[in-house]
């Protein structure tokens, strides 16, 4: 029996902001994780551990598997986009030292890139108000990160890693909306963890020596990443893609600098700057400007959007 607080925009936003809180804070999750392991290694015992939460919810939810190998095709390459490719490049990408900030901004561009490609072969049509408010959310995060930019620290390697990370997220987030729309999520996460693990575990072994120092700390990361991230938030956002705009929703990623931010604050005392501030108050305005749609002229039919 669906609930009518499902369909709800209450509910539609209480997803949002679920996902914008936990993926900025997955910023510092990982930078603790990646003090005890390298990036492949820390995303393989990530997984290892998320099929480990996953395996009891199955036994008792029991939710549809995918029917057709084609089906199961696109549910691993969406996988395979948004986890080993772009926590795979991310992580690598802080693992060989570019700085937050560099990271942050360029991540930062996955909205601006998602609204081309939805236009160009999706068929969405954004208005002039929406494009402002990519660009406007971009200046933002710009503005909330650069006293942590070091264009030093962005070495030939980093900047791959990066660039290969932005283009999984955003590959990965768009083929899962066009081509996974019934996939159970529980079940897809099943198995696009499996082929994760598959693809990363090698690369641990064979470049880092599946190197680890076992640490309280390390593990809470990965079960703050596991549960809150790779799980719940992933789930968040897709639930979100498959009920609105691809450009509104991943706008919300413009958000996440803002919670990593208030992080520094709260656990470290880093007082942000006044630009950083400033940043903060633009980007509002540039996701509000994307996410705002008008009452007077619904269209009957459609699913809710942000």
Not at 66 to 94: C, D, F, I, K, N
Not at 165 to 171: E, I, N
Not at 231 to 238: D, K, Y
Request: charged content about 10%.
């Amino acid at each position: 029996m669906s609930l009518p607080f499902v369909h709800s925009r209450g509910y539609e936003a209480l997803l949002a902001w679920y996902f914008v809180t936990v993926w900025g804070s997955g910023f510092v999750a990982t930078k603790i994780g990646l003090q005890y392991a390298p990036p492949f290694t820390f995303l393989t015992l990530r997984f290892v551990f998320g099929l480990a939460c996953l395996v009891p919810i199955l036994l008792v939810m029991r939710p549809r598997f995918p029917r057709s190998r084609v089906e199961l095709g696109h549910v691993v390459t969406a996988g395979l986009l948004m986890h080993a490719v772009h926590l795979g490049g991310s992580h690598y990408t802080q693992y060989l030292g570019m700085s937050a900030g560099i990271t942050a901004l360029i991540l930062s561009a996955q909205p601006l890139i998602t609204a081309l490609v939805a236009v160009r072969w999706m068929g969405e049509r954004l208005m002039p108000r929406q494009w402002t408010g990519v660009a406007i959310g971009l200046a933002g995060v710009a503005l909330i990160v650069w006293h942590k930019v070091d264009v030093r620290e962005a070495t030939l390697g980093s900047l791959a890693a990066v660039t290969v990370s932005l283009v999984g997220v955003t590959a990965g987030t768009l083929y899962q909306r066009v081509f996974c729309p019934l996939a159970d999520l529980r079940s897809a996460a099943f198995i696009q963890f499996i082929v994760t693990i598959a693809a990363l575990a090698p690369l641990a072994w064979a470049v880092e020596g599946f190197a680890v120092t076992w640490a309280w700390p390390m593990l809470g990361a990965i079960a703050f990443l596991v549960i809150g991230a790779s799980i719940l938030a992933v789930s968040a956002l897709h639930t979100l893609m498959r009920r609105g705009q691809a450009t509104r929703v991943t706008s919300l990623i413009y958000l996440t600098p803002i919670f990593a931010v208030a992080l520094e604050l709260a656990m470290f005392g880093v007082m942000p700057s006044a630009l950083s501030l400033a940043g903060i108050a633009v980007t509002c305005g540039g996701v509000a400007l994307v996410a705002w749609r008008t009452v007077s002229s619904p269209r009957p039919g459609n699913a809710s959007t942000l």
